[in-house]
């Protein structure tokens, strides 16, 4: 206990959480090659887009020599190959669309991908650490991060919508950098007492969450919904609570019951769970075990880092205590610039997915085959349903209106002022 209670008296600080001080969660600068041992792996991994497209990706994987991850040694080769071999696991699965999917990826696959999941703490399939996080590069080194100077790693199904998809989301973690170097600030500011200090950071984040809003607007000029609900989203889908792979998917050589993992979800980014914990929001039974579980999807440190800030002080606690006016209006705004955020991504989801899907029924119902095919050929399984596997709309608005239950109750003061 000892141990624990002179921890607590230490500043908290990012340093141990794998956080970077210039990208916050993205793995800074991250390798573009593996040694040449693996080069059978990134031959495929490179092409997965146009091997799909051919309808030969399976074949190519089950021709792939079987090879051992041990000379993998350091972190950015292992999220590298994690990459690769998601990107080539999610290509397998759904090469054929829903309706012809595998029940088993094949053991020279399915083996190095465990082992090097296990050796990073993350599941065998396409996560939003390895789809965002670690899969950019600078065109120009030395030029901007900007959207015209990034490029993919590796990519999947639908040209150009997928690089926008990944790399809008990318900037979307970019712009919460500010916030996250601000989260020790408002913890050390709440243990010490501390008042302008964490007012002030919470200033800080609010502008830094509002900076996030306007990075997701770039969805818009960048992936057309059309390809995104019609071609990109089921590479994105998992084999848990989705209808298209009920049983789940053997990792053959690994175990011989089927294993089931769901897919790629912004729900895997750590900042909003970063946030929900500092600002106290909490979350209804079924859309918090959706969300706990997602944590699971994350690098272990970032992991730590969600559960090390639940463990501190209340911050809201801290607020209501406090005689400021100034730290109780920063503390309601940046709830409120959360919430904004939360109702801003609703909104991109209705275009992306709501949007499509009935625009998608209709053309089943009319059957007109030729207009618009690529939206009704899209799987009608995921209709409803995010890349996650949840009711994504019911979800997300959950979420928000929880978001919304953390702001302060209204002084007569402001009362007057909205009246």
Not at 353 to 363: C, G
Request: one cysteine or more; hydrophobic letters at 40%; glycine letters at 6%.
């Amino acid at each position: 206990m000892a141990a624990a209670e002179s921890d607590s008296k230490s500043p908290f600080s990012l340093d141990s959480y794998h956080v970077s001080e210039e990208f916050g969660f993205i793995l800074p600068n991250p390798l573009e090659e593996l040694p040449p041992y693996y080069q059978p792996w990134m031959d495929i991994a490179l092409r997965v887009p146009e091997l799909v497209h051919s309808h030969k990706l399976r074949s190519h994987i089950n021709k792939m020599p079987l090879l051992s991850s041990q000379f993998l040694q350091k972190h950015p080769e292992l999220r590298l190959a994690h990459l690769a071999l998601s990107v080539m696991t999610m290509g397998y699965a759904w090469q054929e669309g829903d309706k012809g999917t595998v029940e088993m990826l094949p053991y020279n696959l399915a083996v190095p991908y465990w082992e090097v999941s296990q050796r990073l703490g993350l599941p065998p399939i396409l996560t939003h650490s390895d789809a965002v996080l670690a899969n950019w590069r600078k065109k120009d080194p030395e030029g901007p991060f900007d959207m015209k100077n990034l490029e993919l790693l590796v990519s999947l199904p639908g040209g150009d919508s997928v690089r926008g998809f990944f790399m809008v989301t990318m900037l979307v973690e970019l712009a919460a950098v500010p916030a996250l170097r601000n989260i020790p600030v408002v913890i050390n500011g709440v243990r010490c007492g501390d008042t302008e200090a964490v007012a002030r950071a919470l200033e800080d984040i609010s502008q830094s969450i509002q900076d996030m809003t306007e990075a997701i607007k770039l969805m818009h000029v960048y992936v057309e919904p059309s390809v995104f609900y019609g071609i990109m989203r089921i590479y994105l889908s998992g084999w848990k609570d989705n209808p298209s792979m009920p049983k789940g998917l053997i990792y053959e050589g690994v175990q011989a019951e089927p294993m089931e993992y769901s897919g790629g979800s912004a729900a895997q980014s750590s900042l909003l769970h970063c946030f929900d914990e500092l600002l106290g929001v909490k979350h209804e039974e079924k859309s918090g075990a959706f969300l706990t579980r997602m944590r699971n999807y994350m690098p272990p440190a970032h992991k730590q880092l969600i559960q090390d800030i639940s463990l501190q002080p209340s911050l809201k606690s801290f607020v209501q205590q406090q005689a400021s006016e100034r730290l109780r209006q920063a503390f309601q705004h940046c709830v409120t610039k959360l919430l904004a955020l939360r109702s801003y991504h609703i909104n991109v989801v209705s275009r992306f997915i709501t949007v499509p899907a009935a625009h998608a029924r209709q053309l089943r119902n009319q059957s007109q085959e030729l207009e618009q095919e690529m939206i009704s050929r899209a799987p009608t399984a995921l209709e409803e349903r995010g890349t996650g596997g949840s009711s994504i709309m019911s979800f997300l608005k959950t979420v928000r209106n929880q978001t919304k239950d953390t702001l302060l109750p209204e002084t007569g003061k402001e009362m007057e002022h909205h009246s």
